[in-house]
């Protein structure tokens, strides 16, 4: 069974950091790109960033370019999204997801965690 399971949501003011957390279980991340996904109330999902399996190639949304970092410890399982200098419209739920087919070419991932909320704000 594949569990993902996302941590380190959280309030934070502009321009703060915080570290989500991706755990994985049932996956390898030799076989599967792992994606972090957002979702602003009353906005479409946005692919924020992806990491891909064997290679780690990473890419990023416009919206993180040069303030998230995607990253992945394959001996933990874990795929971790480090956010910088953060913005007001960067709330939103975070969804970490898993794919083994298109994978960070694509959008339609096979698993998905729960989310764990991202507010900024003063």
């Known amino acids: 069974e594949v569990q993902l399971v996302e941590s380190g949501g959280g309030w934070v003011q502009p321009g703060g950091s915080l570290r989500l957390s991706c755990a994985a279980s049932g996956v390898s991340f030799d076989d599967y790109d792992i994606a972090w996904f957002r979702q602003a109330p009353g906005q479409e999902r946005e692919k924020v960033s992806c990491?891909?399996?064997?290679?780690?190639?990473?890419v990023y949304a416009d919206s993180a370019k040069g303030r998230f970092t995607i990253s992945s410890d394959k001996a933990t399982n874990t795929v971790y999204l480090e956010m910088n200098s953060l913005k007001p419209e960067d709330t939103a739920v975070y969804y970490c997801?898993?794919?083994?087919?298109?994978?960070?070419?694509?959008?339609?991932?096979?698993?998905w965690g729960n989310g764990t909320l991202v507010t900024v704000s003063s």
């Open positions: 990491i891909s399996g064997i290679e780690s190639n990473t």
């Open positions: 997801a898993a794919d083994n087919v298109l994978g960070c070419y694509g959008y339609a991932f096979d698993y």
